[in-house]
């Protein structure tokens, strides 16, 4: 094409200023309903899920101090530091609450993961993850797989209001659950296509079948206008085509093994062992199409983390320890924020363990990791921060730091469904209502 | 024939002239061209050169607006839209040249999607599906036959060829075939038409014309659909149809009976608001970036509600009001909304939306060019530039084309002083004048914005910069004028101002460029356009009237290439 | 009379510092002239003159401003003043601490560390009539912890409020002194909280603030009838709660020029005769009310016999005090036990909302709930009972700073009608 496209404008600018895109961006080969193409030419499930942590951060030890791809790595991201491309770092992103009571550690997360800020728990709307899950997640085993690290039972997987998805707290059970009765081998499953898919090719097809009238019917530039757009129509013809095809067989696939037993507490150590045991667990089941959705709470956004024979919590720490005026901030307080970046690069390992096509499983999926606050003893919902790691298939950009600058916080929601394939065009109520599409992100 | 110097030019012909042009006037080197004059004796139009049929592509408030109108404005549309291609200064012409990226047709297929769905639920099929089928999960080929007959006309804006019927009804067939309820066949015939190039372009057609043997003229359906996107920005309405469908729009008195109703529709309101983002390239703030420790009150909601305030002005004065075009450069009145009080430093006591309100006699602020939309828009992100907002006044209001700079020009003399104390933009751009390679196009734009120095990058007033008094004075085409308002009531009473903006409504409503041989017509609106003392409803009126906004040149035409560097915007200076 | 010694400390204390300083490490690469008009004014010697206000602050003998910076003004912390040579509050953890070391606190055979110290928490929380001590505060017994500022020679700004303590109205007190040898100072709710961890300047109590930067609550200051706004003897005063969010820029500073709505509540609706004198603004003593919230639940914020003492700025603002007498009941209740919080539509929070705000504060925050109202008793010093010649309001100073904004009082519907705390 030799016309101006979107993405010719969009592509490598961030406000004006010139960041390097280094992935390609290959839109061409990805369908709607969340697929990828693998190199074999057979296609790839695309997979969205969450990462939470508690408790928010330190901001001068998490927020790169300059934009786009060449930031340098803040101390506490450091541990992410081999991710740096499949990454995309979001500061200064706000929940808006335009009045809104702040119930401290839920009305940001929520308000974040809704778009919709509400005083307590009632959600106004299902959370993204349902929305995405609601095209990507179909005809799989598990709609999607909700997993807590801290032995805390809940999720931020909302349906809707009073309707959450509890999370799974023990390895064992986790392993029972997908790998127990039930499972089947995943190169043994049948494929049937989805007849919705079957009529939108005849749809197109009935588009096309006139292509010859209307060119004969045009002067030569606006035939090869003409000629551009079925070209494009061809290729929406190329992305259901390949839905029709059955999936790509999983490669080496091994039965995992059933984890020992663990202590499940709040003891950070603790904490860290069994969040590790489900993310391998979690890529497992991932790997060989369980599920394309999930949610690990690493730890609650009222983080209940505490060091042993420590009677401190994370949170509480985050209201009682004072300020060490030589670092100023709080010292205890910063080591459960860089513990938590630790934990989340446990997470992206397994993840990428996972060999898929050419590439690994974490390539296939889009993680947002984020908290529910900034600066917790504030219970600031400021900017939150967020990243968005591993591109999707293909979907989205990663590899900079975007500034927010007190956006709201819905454009990334809003994005990354955009991403995945649900149909919207605008997201959220009030000041979180938007229709801007981080274009860093996705064009 | 009027003598031009170099304060004085004729738009149309200087819009093409490149760099050397810079130099020329920097030499101080005039020339003659010959001026559209208002008190023309043009007074029956002249003989249409006309034009070829067109391609045009549905702009995104034009699909908004068709849905809507086929449909219910609550039918939600999920797609996003690729930013359009700007031709000459419009969006509108490059509507006929610029192409679809797989982005934007995976996009309409999304939008398709979310319409039919919403069209053809269980809560809103009564309203929508002409016809009961005898069962709703039977094929009723009667049924599908109309649904298939009012949707494509309505869609593609002519009847549908018997193929193209059954094709459509076909599709429906199959849908409820595999997936075994009617209403879903309905759907999925539905997002066929909506992903058609007969809906998302306006495929113009043309037919021979009795009254001359051997020449061409539009058709009706072409002839309705040209009419109604250019007088309500939208799709032909049922009597609008019904008239095409009955030659009557090939009559005068047909014409003129279509043309003054659908200017007596609120949407003509649409239309005018239409023309004018385009026209004042607000598209523009999409990529508009200002530094919020500069300008802590441009928040993303000023970036929204100060296109707003400048149309919502604009509609009021001229499509409500039936305001004179010029009074647009002059009058205090305005709409403010909470956001917008913050930059403006005036009380909004309406807390959720728009008042009208006034720009208080001392506030420095009349007419449009005073508006923060205008004034942020043509700014860098943390300062003000005279260049650039002189440079948009010319190729805005007085179609003039103001090269960009040459590439190689050393800008650190301006930006090292831009926050030394006591350093102005008139200050610094007087380092520019020295240099002969700048002094040429700063000549033409800077003595223009200078005038509205008193209002910073953001739009805000400010009586001085970096601790010194801001001197407002400078001129417009070798008059001196002083200040905002004395640079609105020179564009008031310039007349390159209206005779500009007749140029660029009919080019928004051709959706090309005109070619010289058009010079006459323009001639013709503009005198047509004063003695209507500059009334835009009128001025579209006899466009919509004309033979040349119909005329189909004979033969079809070439259209001309375009580059990814032909439709960037200027480099900002 | 300067706050511009304080100034660092109140801004490290809020939320809105990050953004300012990611801001300030992204964006301010260059320094900008334009930045001035809206960056906070320079840090003057005291005591300074008043600047003069910019025109657009001023029209038709109005003016209107926002509260942008409010916190109390307490003395410097404990350990630089020596203002607590007792110690400190010991607060709930004190009192936790002292029951381990009693035979009923020891860890029974078989208790796990979850249950013990829950059990202890209880233990200290509840009162001897097994009611929660911070939802019936006067049930319990005293706090042997507690401890109140009784340094000497300290410095404390402020406002005096009875006339060089005069007043018969009032209970015997000690003055402060302010940093500029001002006396006559009145601030008790300073020797209530000045000895508690969370009232220190690494603490967190001082920085209530937070929530009116979510936008839940305001205050606004109109003045009218002014001919001079350097110098007029009498002006009309309005202190208002503010209907509308406080508006923003992105680094999340307050934006001055926003038009903001009265409350219409009249509660909530104070207004008074006021003087300007060299460009200082101080008013009659009136009753004033606010909004406040904590946790998510609103209280109100009374003020008895509000006085203003104001110095203009050069960005077209005010800085100086708001001080007046808090009932010891209304104080308890926004700063210790939320006893009467609302929730958003209006009604009683949870009770299990309520006490657990007020536990997890008192532990936060270094207080116990019995302590800090039998204390606030103690120093009151205002509105003596005739009958019981017990004062029972105390005195409470505020620093504020205020930006211009225009106030009015049209009966416009709340941009979060459904979701708005009134």
Redesign the interface.
């Known amino acids: 094409m030799t016309q101006l496209s979107r993405r010719t404008i969009l592509r490598g600018m961030m406000n004006g200023a010139k960041v390097g895109m280094a992935l390609p961006f290959l839109d061409i080969f990805l369908d709607v309903n969340g697929e990828a193409l693998a190199a074999t030419g057979q296609r790839l499930p695309v997979r969205f899920g969450t990462w939470i942590w508690g408790c928010g951060f330190i901001p001068e030890r998490w927020i790169p101090t300059s934009e786009g791809a060449d930031y340098t790595m803040p101390p506490d991201l450091e541990p992410l530091a081999p991710y740096r491309k499949q990454m995309a770092i979001f500061s200064g992103f706000d929940v808006k609450l335009d009045g809104v009571a702040n119930k401290p550690h839920q009305t940001g997360n929520l308000g974040l993961r809704t778009g919709i800020p509400v005083p307590g728990e009632t959600v106004h709307a299902p959370t993204f993850d349902v929305l995405i899950g609601e095209v990507i997640g179909q005809g799989t085993r598990f709609r999607s797989l909700e997993l807590s690290a801290s032995g805390i039972e809940r999720s931020y997987s909302f349906r809707g209001a009073g309707s959450p998805n509890p999370s799974e707290v023990s390895p064992v059970a986790l392993y029972q659950r997908i790998f127990g009765e039930g499972f089947q081998d995943p190169n043994a499953a049948g494929f049937k296509p989805d007849p919705r898919t079957m009529v939108r090719r005849s749809v197109l097809s009935a588009v096309t079948d006139d292509r010859q009238r209307i060119m004969k019917s045009l002067g030569a530039a606006d035939r090869q206008r003409m000629d551009e757009y079925f070209t494009a129509v061809r290729q929406l013809e190329q992305q259901l085509d390949l839905q029709l095809e059955p999936p790509a067989k999983v490669d080496n696939f091994t039965m995992p093994k059933a984890p020992d037993k663990t202590v499940i507490d709040a003891d950070v150590e603790h904490v860290m062992v069994n969040h590790k045991l489900m993310a391998g667990l979690l890529a497992q089941a991932l790997a060989c199409n369980q599920t394309r959705v999930f949610n690990m709470l690493f730890s609650d956004t009222a983080s209940n983390l505490r060091r042993s024979a420590s009677s401190d919590t994370h949170h509480t720490l985050t209201h009682e320890e004072p300020i060490n005026p030589k670092l100023g901030y709080q010292e205890q307080v910063a080591w459960f924020a860089a513990k938590s970046m630790v934990a989340c690069r446990d997470f992206v390992d397994a993840l990428a363990g996972i060999k898929e096509g050419a590439g690994t499983l974490l390539d296939n999926t889009l993680l947002v990791a984020h908290s529910d606050c900034s600066i917790a003893k504030a219970h600031a919902v400021e900017g939150i921060p967020m990243m968005v790691i591993g591109s999707g298939g293909g979907r989205v950009r990663t590899g900079y730091h975007k500034a927010g600058r007190a956006d709201a916080a819905s454009r990334i929601g809003l994005s990354v469904q955009q991403a995945m394939g649900v149909q919207v065009e605008k997201w959220g109520t009030g000041s979180m209502d938007t229709n801007r599409t981080v274009t860093e992100l996705v064009a | 024939m009027r003598l031009m110097t170099a304060g004085k030019f004729k738009p149309s012909a200087l819009r093409k002239i490149g760099l050397g042009l810079c130099l020329a006037l920097a030499g101080g080197i005039g020339w003659a061209q010959q001026a559209p004059s208002a008190d023309s004796s043009l007074t029956v139009e002249p003989k249409p050169a006309g034009g070829?049929?067109?391609?045009r592509r549905l702009t995104e408030s034009q699909y908004r607006a068709t849905i809507a109108d086929v449909f219910a404005p609550d039918v939600?549309?999920?797609?996003?839209f690729?930013?359009g291609?700007r031709e000459d200064g419009l969006i509108a012409v490059g509507t006929s040249?610029?192409?679809?990226?797989?982005?934007?047709?995976?996009q309409y297929?999304?939008s398709a999607?979310?319409v039919a769905a919403d069209v053809t639920s269980e809560k809103r099929r009564a309203r929508f599906v002409p016809c009961q089928p005898k069962s709703a999960t039977a094929f009723d080929k009667t049924c599908a036959d109309q649904f298939v007959t009012d949707y494509g006309l309505k869609l593609f804006r002519r009847p549908l060829s018997s193929q193209?019927r059954d094709?459509?009804v076909?599709?429906a067939k199959?849908?409820q075939q595999?997936?075994g309820s009617f209403y879903?066949g309905l759907e999925?015939?539905l997002?066929?038409m909506l992903?058609?190039?007969?809906f998302?372009?306006r495929?113009e057609?043309s037919e021979p014309d009795p009254a001359q043997s051997g020449a061409l003229r539009l058709d009706g359906w072409s002839k309705a659909v040209r009419l109604s996107y250019f007088l309500t920005n939208s799709t032909p309405d049922a009597e609008l149809l019904r008239a095409a469908a009955q030659g009557e729009l090939h009559t005068d008195e047909g014409l003129a009976r279509q043309v003054d109703r659908l200017l007596a529709t609120p949407q003509l309101e649409g239309a005018v608001r239409a023309f004018f983002w385009d026209m004042l390239q607000f598209d523009g703030f999409s990529?508009l970036?200002k530094?919020?420790?500069?300008?802590?009150?441009y928040?993303?909601?000023v970036a929204k509600d100060a296109q707003e305030q400048t149309l919502r002005t604009i509609v009021t004065h001229l499509a409500r009001e039936k305001g004179d075009y010029r009074d647009l450069f002059t009058t205090r009145q305005t709409w403010l909304s909470?956001?917008l009080?913050?930059?403006y430093?005036?009380?909004?006591?309406?807390?959720?939306g728009w008042e009208r309100a006034e720009y208080p006699a001392d506030s420095e602020r009349a007419g449009i060019l005073t508006d923060v939309s205008l004034l942020a828009l043509h700014s860098h992100?943390?300062?003000s530039s005279p260049t650039l907002r002189g440079k948009s006044l010319r190729e805005i209001f007085l179609c003039e084309k103001v090269p960009d700079p040459p590439a190689n020009v050393n800008f650190s003399i301006v930006q090292d002083a831009?926050?030394k104390?006591g350093s102005t933009a008139r200050l610094r751009l007087a380092e520019h004048s020295g240099n002969p390679v700048c002094a040429g196009c700063h000549k033409l734009t800077d003595p223009i914005g200078l005038t509205l120095e008193n209002f910073?990058?953001a739009g805000s007033f400010?009586a001085k910069?970096?601790?010194a008094e801001i001197d407002v004075s400078g001129s417009l085409e070798g008059k001196d004028l002083v200040g905002a308002e004395g640079l609105g009531q020179a564009m008031h009473d310039n007349p390159s101002v209206p005779s500009c903006l007749a140029e660029k409504l009919y080019r928004s409503a051709i959706g090309r460029d005109i070619s010289t041989s058009e010079e006459p017509f323009l001639e013709y609106l503009v005198g047509r356009f004063e003695s209507e003392r500059f009334r835009v409803p009128a001025l579209m009126r006899s466009i919509a009237l004309s033979r040349s906004f119909y005329f189909v040149s004979m033969p079809?035409?070439?259209?001309p290439q375009?580059?990814?560097a032909a439709?960037?915007k200027g480099e900002r200076s | 009379m300067s706050v511009g010694d304080d100034k660092p400390r109140l801004r490290t204390h809020t939320a809105l510092t990050f953004g300012a300083v990611a801001a300030s490490a992204l964006l301010l690469a260059s320094g900008s002239s334009e930045r001035t008009a809206q960056a906070s004014p320079p840090k003057a010697a005291a005591p300074k003159a008043a600047a003069t206000p910019p025109k657009d602050v001023f029209r038709n003998g109005e003016a209107g401003f926002v509260v942008t910076e409010i916190s109390y003004v307490l003395g410097s912390d404990a350990k630089e003043s020596g203002a607590c040579p007792a110690g400190m509050t010991a607060g709930v953890r004190g009192l936790t601490e002292a029951l381990a070391k009693t035979p009923a606190g020891t860890r029974k055979d078989g208790e796990t560390q979850q249950s013990y110290e829950r059990r202890l928490s209880l233990a200290v929380n509840t009162s001897a009539d097994g009611q929660n001590i911070c939802m019936n505060p006067a049930a319990g017994s005293p706090d042997p912890g507690w401890r109140m500022v009784t340094g000497r020679n300290l410095k404390v700004d402020g406002i005096d409020l009875d006339g060089g303590n005069r007043s018969a109205d009032s209970c015997s007190h000690e003055e402060f002194q302010g940093t500029h040898g001002e006396r006559g100072i009145d601030n008790q709710f300073y020797r209530v909280a000045g000895c508690t961890t969370g009232f220190q300047s690494t603490g967190q109590a001082n920085i209530f603030q937070i929530e009116m930067y979510t936008g839940s609550w305001g205050i606004l200051l109109e003045l009218t009838g002014v001919d001079d706004l350097r110098n007029d003897p009498d002006v009309q005063v309005g202190l208002f709660a503010n209907a509308d969010p406080i508006q923003l820029s992105a680094a999340r500073a307050a934006l001055p020029f926003a038009t903001y709505a009265a409350d219409h509540d009249p509660r909530y609706r104070a207004t008074t005769r006021g003087r300007i004198v060299n460009g200082v603004l101080t008013i009659d003593p009136v009753d004033v009310r606010f909004h406040t919230v904590v946790n998510s639940m609103t209280d109100d914020r009374d003020l008895r016999g509000a006085r203003l003492r104001l110095t203009f700025t050069p960005d077209g603002g005010m800085e100086g005090y708001l001080a007046g007498y808090t009932p010891v009941e209304n104080m308890y209740d926004y700063e210790y036990g939320s006893r009467h919080s609302k929730n958003a539509k209006g009604e009683l929070a949870p009770e299990r909302l309520r006490v657990q705000t007020s536990i997890g504060r008192a532990g936060a925050l270094g207080h116990t709930c019995n302590g800090a109202y039998q204390a606030l008793y103690q120093a009151a010093d205002g509105n003596r009972d005739p009958k019981t010649g017990r004062c029972t309001s105390i005195s409470t100073q505020y620093r504020i700073r205020v930006a211009p904004a225009f106030v009015v009082n049209a009966s416009t519907k709340s941009v979060n009608a459904p979701l708005t705390l009134k």
């Open positions: 070829p049929l067109l391609m939600p549309i999920a797609g996003r690729e930013r291609l040249h610029g192409s679809m990226s797989a982005f934007s047709v995976e297929d999304v999607r979310s193209e094709r459509f076909q599709v199959a849908g595999k997936l879903e999925y015939t997002i066929g992903d058609s190039p007969q998302l372009l495929l057609r990529d970036f530094d919020p420790a500069i300008y802590p009150g928040t993303s909601a909470r956001p009080g913050v930059l430093r005036l009380p909004v006591v309406v807390r959720n992100p943390g300062r831009v926050f104390p910073d990058g400010r910069e970096n601790g079809i035409k070439t259209a375009h580059t990814v439709a960037k």
